[in-house]
């Protein structure tokens, strides 16, 4: 049996995900009968990905977390190795520039996802068996942190920055809540900007989207496009929106709107209350997770699930806020909502993990009693 947190991350999981399917569809009908000829295209994948997503969750729950810790560091090494076979040509399939997924039939499996899993697990048992030394920070939390670097580096060379933005914000918050000091964070910030500085310089394309995002009308049907026809969207849609599939700004005014500008659209059909309701349902989630980690069994799952709910909530915000024109365009996808099976079926695994996490502490109640 779940305990209440438990409970309610599953049924807001389940209702962002059929609200994501159905999103999809109305986001994407007109851009896929465009471009596949069948105005379902997006919408059928979607559905399926989400059926597997969902038996993906259901094994989450019941998998034993003591097996994910035992063979963590194996897995973040297939995850390291899967990034190194992506760089690869004619391994790697490239797509919108970059050369992240591999090529399955007429399916594409990002590599990157499965790492970000990876890595929180592995860095979960890490700090568990490091609890002491995590106050020493060259000696517990650098270790783990060059690790994440080195995933970050090859994610970097596909190039995928989003990815590895949201990878290290959930591994740094795990390490945060640990026993380690927090003025090294602020030097660690100071390197950070630093680097991402250098990293936005370093691309032209990075750096128009840089621009674009502090003013948008200096070209506005080139690296503004996006964020202008994203405003469109959210103006109109008002109290109450325009109503199911009623979004203009998806006839090919935003560019393939299932992705990572799903919100925009779904702003506009659904207005404020709509934003509001949905906004409402990730943020009792993401609080639900937290709780979950405060009230978690042991150590290694306390932290797992500080990391799972992290990944969850910075994908949410930083996403959110592209949308909205507060943050430059990242390619950041919305949990449970923008298309793509690979982000969908791996966040909806470490869903059942973080939710499964609850159902062992009721074990362990009962168990005392």
């Known amino acids: 049996m779940l305990k209440k ?15 994501g399917v159905y999103e999809v569809y109305s986001a994407s009908n007109v851009w896929a009968l465009y471009k596949e000829g069948d105005s379902l295209y997006y919408f059928k994948r979607q559905f399926c990905f989400a059926i597997v997503g969902i038996i993906a969750m259901f094994i989450g729950i019941k998998i034993k977390r003591e097996t994910l810790f035992k063979y963590s560091k194996y897995i973040l090494y297939l995850g390291l190795i899967l990034l190194v076979l992506v760089l690869i040509p004619g391994l790697g399939l490239v797509r919108g520039g970059s050369r992240s997924w591999f090529g399955v039939g007429s399916f594409a499996i990002q590599p990157s996802e499965f790492f970000k899993a990876a890595i929180i697990i592995y860095s979960a048992n890490y700090l568990d068996k490091n609890y002491k030394n995590t106050k020493i920070f060259h000696k517990g939390i650098l270790p783990i942190l060059l690790t994440t670097f080195i995933g970050f580096a090859l994610i970097m060379l596909q190039p995928d920055l989003g990815s590895g ?3 290290i914000g959930a591994i740094i918050i795990m390490s945060i809540v640990s026993r380690a000091s927090f003025k090294n964070y602020l030097k660690l910030a100071i390197l950070g900007v630093c680097a991402f500085a250098f990293l936005i310089i370093s691309e032209p394309y990075r750096m128009n989207r840089i621009t674009a995002f502090i003013d948008p009308w200096e070209d506005p049907l080139g690296t503004g496009f996006q964020i202008i026809q994203s405003m469109y969207s959210l103006g109109p849609g008002g109290l109450l929106g325009s109503g199911i599939d009623g979004s203009i700004q998806k006839h090919f005014y935003l560019p393939e709107p299932q992705t990572d500008f799903i919100f925009a659209i779904f702003a506009e059909e659904f207005g404020y209350i709509g934003c509001l309701f949905v906004l409402t349902i990730f943020t009792i989630l993401i609080v639900n997770g937290f709780k979950i980690s405060k009230k978690a069994s042991d150590l290694k799952s306390s932290f797992l699930a500080v990391g799972i709910t992290s990944l969850i909530a910075i994908q949410v915000i930083i996403n959110l806020c592209v949308v909205v024109g507060i943050f430059p365009v990242t390619g950041i996808t919305l949990p449970f909502f923008s298309y793509g099976g690979s982000s969908l079926v791996l966040i909806l695994f470490l869903s059942g993990v973080l939710i499964g996490i609850d159902k062992k502490e009721k074990k362990d109640e009962d168990i005392s009693n």
Do not use: A, P, R, S
């Open 165 to 167: 933005v949201v990878m």
């Open 5 to 19: 947190n438990g409970k309610k991350v599953l049924y807001c999981v389940l209702l962002l995900t059929i609200i």
